[in-house]
């Protein structure tokens, strides 16, 4: 394909989409522009596209769907809101792709724009369908994006992001990504309200509706695209309907409530010292007036991930969780009957050692061992502590944040020790 015209775009998109669909009748101009690394389109409507890039890419009415519906999703996406860092940007094409190959299979011809792209191992391979990536580093986040064998929890499109910025090395050359990814003049920043909710509203419907992914495998990536269509109101809701939970979160990993005593001539929050003074008409001159302060825990956090069972199909989901507190944590132990100590990039890679047992004493006997004041255990609980050692994290004072993850988790072994909270409410509507 030489060239793309007005008339080719709108016929095939009233074509796969319908006569009435609001996505179809975007598109009002078609301009060849040399400038255009592959193709753009703005809130006016008008589309650019490189004539080398079609010429070479280009070689059906199905790329060209995919080539045009990929530039139109990214607003609707709201993927502006993450910024424009380069694993970003990767990470949202990913989730792009893999929804127009698999919702919109019959019109993009499973996604032939992108698998001819992009290589199937490596990066590159989580950017297109049918990748050969089963032992990479990319493998499980791959699998979140194209099920094929087994079901997985949810996954968001922030925690796509914040994994694939935990494994992408520094020095990994970024692929050629399709579409504007610069400013927001020329690309999805300039959509205006009404378009965006034209536009996600007839995704999330027709990806709600689609009957050609089924089975539990989809369940996880279906919602994930339905909520990346909401509306911005709708995501601010969520975020607040886990406000209580992040708190807790927070106040675990980073804070701890405390009192210093500062003095002033004015009894603003006066000590008891100061009260008794006063109330004997004694002016104590100078108050040592109480005030809260927060004292941030320098020592850092250990975190024991439990390595017995199937951790690896929730390993994106941890992956985020240990991201977005990866300062405050100290070390991070593997256990399943034994510890052992473990590097943030071997975990991320799948190196995980395992005697296939659970067993809660070991975990205990280490923090005991390490004399460790607080530390966080993810597992799926299904796991023993003897009476010995459950009394001595309790003569020890330690304190414990347990997540669990897995269908059929429990934590009761571990709640004398502190909160028990479930992964997917942890991660559920973080965007």
């Given at each position: 394909m030489n060239q793309i015209t007005l008339d080719t775009v709108r016929q095939m998109m009233k074509r796969e989409l319908g006569a009435d669909s609001f996505i179809a009748g975007m598109v009002q101009s078609v301009t060849a522009d040399p400038k255009i690394p592959t193709a753009c389109i703005n809130a006016?409507?008008?589309?650019?596209?490189?004539?080398a890039f079609v010429s070479e890419q280009v070689k059906t009415e199905q790329d060209l769907f995919c080539l045009i519906f990929h530039e139109i999703l990214h607003p609707a996406f709201g993927h502006f809101i993450y910024g424009r860092d380069e694993v970003s940007n990767i990470a949202c094409d990913a989730i792009i792709n893999a929804l127009i190959s698999q919702f919109y299979a019959a019109a993009s011809g499973k996604g032939s724009l992108f698998e001819r792209l992009y290589e199937s191992q490596g990066l590159e391979s989580i950017l297109r369908p049918e990748s050969k990536c089963t032992n990479g580093r990319y493998r499980y986040l791959y699998q979140h994006l194209y099920p094929k064998w087994t079901a997985y929890d949810e996954l968001s499109a922030g925690e796509v992001i914040r994994t694939l910025k935990?494994?992408?090395?520094?020095?990994?050359?970024?692929?050629?990504?399709?579409?504007?990814?610069?400013?927001?003049?020329e690309g999805s920043g300039s959509f205006g309200t009404e378009q965006l909710q034209g536009i996600a509203g007839e995704i999330a419907e027709h990806v709600a509706n689609h009957q050609?992914?089924?089975?539990s495998m989809f369940g996880g990536l279906k919602k994930m695209i339905i909520e990346i269509m909401k509306t911005k109101r709708s995501l601010r809701q969520e975020l607040l309907l886990n406000y209580t939970t992040r708190k807790r979160l927070d106040g675990f990993?980073?804070?701890?409530?405390?009192?210093?005593?500062?003095?002033?001539?004015f009894p603003l929050n006066?000590?008891?010292?100061?009260m008794v003074l006063l109330s004997a008409d004694i002016w104590p001159g100078f108050f040592r007036n109480r005030q809260p302060e927060l004292k941030h825990r320098r020592e850092g956090i250990a975190v024991f991930l439990d390595v017995?069972?199937?951790?690896?199909?929730?390993?994106?989901?941890?992956?985020?969780?240990?991201?977005?507190?990866?300062?405050?944590?100290?070390?991070?132990y593997q256990f399943s009957n034994a510890v052992s100590e473990i590097t943030m990039d071997a975990l991320l890679r799948g190196y995980v050692e395992t005697t296939y047992g659970t067993d809660f004493n070991c975990v205990a006997q280490t923090i005991l061992r390490e004399q460790l004041e607080r530390a966080v255990i993810i597992t799926d609980g299904h796991a023993?502590?003897?009476?010995?050692?459950?009394?001595?994290?309790?003569?020890?004072?330690?304190?414990?944040?347990t997540v669990l993850f897995g269908f059929r988790c429990?934590?009761?072994?571990?709640?004398?020790?502190?909160?028990?909270?479930?992964?997917?409410?942890?991660?559920?509507?973080?965007?």
């Open positions: 006016k409507g008008e589309m650019k596209y490189s004539p935990m494994l992408m090395p520094q020095q990994e050359a970024a692929p050629l990504l399709v579409g504007s990814h610069g400013s927001a003049t050609g992914c089924t089975g990993f980073c804070t701890e409530q405390s009192q210093r005593r500062a003095t002033s001539p006066p000590s008891r010292r100061d017995s069972g199937s951790v690896n199909q929730h390993l994106p989901e941890i992956a985020g969780l240990l991201a977005r507190y990866r300062k405050e944590i100290r070390s991070v023993s502590l003897s009476e010995l050692n459950a009394i001595g994290l309790r003569d020890a004072g330690v304190h414990l944040l429990n934590g009761e072994v571990l709640r004398p020790f502190g909160d028990v909270m479930a992964l997917n409410e942890i991660t559920e509507g973080e965007e």
